[in-house]
């Protein structure tokens, strides 16, 4: 099986219960015999002296179960505000301290799949892999024409365990949804088929390279990413070869910090790359844990897995845009129908007694407490919604939101006191003013714009936020925004903010003063002057003309001669 396919799998394993009950059993032996161990440290007081104890049992106990018990360790090693360190330590092991296999399994697999001995395929090869994770290890190998390459070998007969874990989380999601509250319960076997697709993805090691080189052309022009190059002539479905990567774990905070590399930097190209990957290019790392992304010495970050990766189509971009635009703008209402089209609340679910619900729970997400703002505080600030309302996660949208925990937790590991909105405020200020495509334009209107009328304290909060960050010019977003002005396409901008400075034929010097300020301090008048003649220099005299019609009557300045 190429595709994950759960009816056939359910076909499959319905008749061979007998397989279906010993993993059953299995599972629930070892998760029982671990939950009975906790109640029985804290019965008998015992629960700090035996800390270490519970957080070794659990990490074995996930690795006995296998690559999907593994995947779930994983995804909690990247949340230190959530798990306590002892067991945080011992979960980290999952990233790549796996037990390995036999690698003269692993060398067979090489030569069947790639057809040549190993001796033919590679110069040299360690004997034993420098790195085992859930789904295959890694071996460190030279071509014989001279590259440095990790040669990525499967584990062997993977499919079967995958298949049945997954038959078995299906079923237990159906049988445990209708049980919890409201509608926390509803879609849980879609979201178990979603997390189904991309293990079956993730396995197919030809799928991977392909998502690897999206990736990398993805971020081409970015100095501060580095993609590894695939060698396909030494590639198949279980075997991956691709360039060696010399570099740290991101978590190794102490290693990277003696080698000079300064790893707030490498916080700030990890989230800033994160926000592109999900609102610019729609293609995003669903697994970016510590065993997946390195910090190099030169200051690049770079990731070494592609297996786990989802899509985003342009019309999800857009709504997800404009449900940031709602919470900035605290439009509840408008939120609350921007859910629906998200696919958080159905068609026919009543909005209205919902409003003042998320004005009570997200009212202050950004107001004083902005600083404070992280993603735990979305998704707990939520769950208290998704008790009382029917609220539900779309299966699209489980991936997107273990992406965006994981790289904060991953954040919050390297700096306890990382604030993800110092870095993810600017993004999003210069993303909205730059405007590099209509999609963006518009929300910027939306943002400014409220009932009809210009809102002057958005626009200059929106420049604070993105003056804040140093590499931040805004000349480029100036004569962007001139360009635009002048384009059929801002017609009504133009209009607007036209209104918005005349009343009855009459400038507001207050207005004007206020707009000079907001570009005053930074900037000479000279820049001002050449970004404006950048953007006029585009346009025909006739050009021109043709958007006079446009502005307001009555201002002699506009008045056609």
Known sequence: MRRYDPQAIASYYRSRPWKVLWRAITVIWYLSS??????????????EKQRQKRATQLQNILTNLGPTFIKVG???????????????DELIKLQDQLPSFDSAIAYR????????????LFAQITPQPVAAA?????????????????????????????????????????AVGPWLPLNLGHDLGLIVDEFGTKLFEEVDYLNEGRNAEKFATNFSGNPTVKVPSI??????????????????????????????????????????TGLQQLLEFGFFHADPHPGNLFGMADGRMAYIDFGMMDQLDEATKENLV???????????????????????????????????????????????????FNFKT???????????YPFRVPAKFALIIRSLVTQEGLALTMDPNFKIVDVAYPYVARRLLAGESPQLRRRLIDVLFKDGK???????????????????????TAELGLRYLLSEEGAFLRRQILLALVEDDKLHTEEVRRLWNLIKEDIHPNRIFDAAWGALADFSREGAAALLPSMPTGIPFFEEK
């Open 109 to 120: 697999i090489i030569e069947r799949e790639l057809d040549k001995t190993v001796e033919e």
């Open 74 to 88: 994983q995804a909690l090693s990247t949340r230190p505000d959530l798990i306590r360190k002892d067991f945080l």
């Open 322 to 372: 404009e449900a940031i635009v709602h919470l900035i703008n605290k439009d509840y209402v408008e939120l609350a129908e921007q859910f629906v089209k998200l696919g958080f609340l159905t068609p026919e679910t009543d909005i209205w007694p919902i409003v003042p619900a998320l004005e009570a729970v997200l009212g202050d997400i950004l107001g004083q407490s902005v600083r404070d």
């Open 454 to 476: 210009f809102q002057w304290s958005r626009l200059e909060n929106l420049i604070a936020i993105a003056r804040s960050d140093t590499n931040f010019d805004i000349i480029p």
């Open 34 to 47: 671990f939950i009975l161990g906790l109640k029985w440290d804290e019965w008998t007081n015992q629960g």
């Open 231 to 272: 060698f396909w002539r030494y590639s198949s479905n279980t075997v991956l070869t691709l360039e060696w990567i010399e570099g740290y774990k991101l978590n190794d905070i102490q290693t990277m910090q003696a080698a000079g590399i300064d790893t707030h930097a490498l916080i700030e190209v990890g989230v800033t």
């Open 378 to 388: 979305i998704t707990d600030r939520f769950s208290e919604l998704m008790y009382e």
């Open 134 to 174: 859930s789904l295959g290890q890694v071996y460190q190998a030279y071509l014989h024409s001279g590259e440095k390459v990790a040669v990525k070998v499967q584990r062997p007969n993977l499919k079967p365990v995958l298949t049945l874990d997954l038959f078995l989380m299906r079923w237990g999601a159906k």
